[in-house]
């Protein structure tokens, strides 16, 4: 019963969301701010992480192709491929469900316990558009940017890996790159990154929204809704390479 419970408190949070608009210029200036703090705040890690992903299968891919008759520019087409479909939308959302959507779960439920929240709604404003859908649709502008940009510093990190550790020099890498390359496959990889931020946000929002309590159940409100959210990616990320690919 709880879990029913809490599809329905959820499914309600997002139909309550679309009721009743405010005026746009407020929500506007809300969503730009997070805008910056989801895609801006969240930018260095990404590129962090991309770059050494991509080295790491660059060195692995090498380590375990040794026989003489594989091309090395297969190398270049495998770390494309996992970086494209896999690494860059699917474990950056992870990563980024921890800092983003901690933060989400956070904010709300310290407004929740404060009474801010409450003070919002006695003064007529719908707190559900205010708060939830600003960060809701800058997450699913931004996150899918953040996978593109984690895409591009993965490969350029194999590239970068493979070139200093004398693998693989530059130009077969890049004939590697172009060779047999799918457009489809980036397509797929954007069509996870808008699930996934889908996730990424409105999972912490609803956990953050209907926290009760104090100080504690904001920690534990946090701790959950990041546990939840790398569960549905992971579920999603299943669901959507069984129909898709």
């Given at each position: 019963?709880?879990?029913?419970?809490?599809?329905?408190?959820?499914?309600?949070?997002?139909?309550?969301?679309?009721?009743?608009?405010?005026?746009a210029?407020?929500?506007?200036?809300?969503?730009?701010?997070?805008?910056?703090?989801?895609?801006i705040?969240?930018?260095?890690?990404?590129?962090?992480?991309?770059?050494?992903?991509g080295?790491?299968?660059?060195?692995?891919?090498?380590?375990?192709?040794?026989?003489?008759?594989?091309?090395?520019?297969?190398?270049?087409?495998?770390?494309?491929?996992?970086?494209?479909?896999?690494?860059a939308?699917?474990?950056?959302?992870?990563?980024?469900?921890?800092?983003?959507g901690?933060?989400?779960?956070?904010?709300?439920g310290?407004?929740?316990?404060?009474?801010?929240?409450?003070?919002?709604?006695?003064m007529?404003i719908?707190?559900?558009?205010?708060?939830?859908?600003?960060?809701?649709?800058?997450?699913?502008?931004?996150?899918?940017?953040?996978?593109?940009?984690?895409?591009?510093l993965?490969?350029?990190?194999?590239?970068?890996?493979?070139?200093?550790?004398?693998?693989?020099?530059?130009?077969i890498?890049?004939?590697?790159?172009?060779?047999?390359?799918?457009?489809y496959?980036?397509?797929?990889a954007?069509?996870?990154?808008?699930?996934?931020?889908?996730?990424?946000?409105?999972?912490?929002?609803?956990?953050?929204?209907?926290?009760?309590?104090?100080a504690?159940?904001i920690?534990?409100?946090?701790?959950?809704?990041?546990?939840?959210?790398?569960?549905?990616?992971?579920?999603?990320?299943?669901?959507?390479?069984?129909?898709?690919?």
């Amino acid at each position: 019963m709880g879990l029913l419970s809490d599809i329905g408190r959820f499914l309600l949070m997002l139909k309550g969301m679309f009721k009743r608009p405010e005026k746009a210029s407020m929500y506007w200036k809300e969503l730009m701010h997070q805008c910056v703090e989801i895609g801006i705040g969240s930018l260095g890690i990404v590129a962090i992480i991309s770059v050494f992903i991509g080295a790491v299968s660059t060195i692995q891919t090498a380590y375990q192709l040794v026989s003489p008759l594989v091309p090395l520019t297969t190398i270049a087409q495998i770390v494309r491929d996992t970086v494209i479909l896999e690494f860059a939308p699917t474990l950056v959302c992870i990563v980024l469900a921890g800092v983003a959507g901690s933060r989400i779960a956070s904010e709300l439920g310290n407004m929740r316990v404060s009474e801010q929240i409450d003070a919002l709604e006695i003064m007529g404003i719908n707190t559900k558009t205010y708060l939830i859908l600003p960060k809701i649709a800058a997450a699913m502008l931004m996150i899918p940017l953040l996978v593109m940009i984690a895409m591009a510093l993965g490969i350029w990190g194999g590239r970068l890996a493979g070139t200093a550790a004398g693998i693989i020099s530059p130009n077969i890498f890049d004939k590697g790159l172009a060779a047999d390359f799918l457009p489809y496959n980036v397509f797929f990889a954007l069509v996870k990154g808008y699930v996934f931020s889908f996730i990424i946000s409105s999972v912490p929002a609803y956990y953050g929204y209907y926290v009760r309590g104090g100080a504690l159940e904001i920690g534990r409100a946090s701790t959950k809704a990041v546990v939840v959210s790398c569960v549905l990616i992971l579920f999603a990320d299943y669901i959507l390479s069984a129909l898709l690919l």
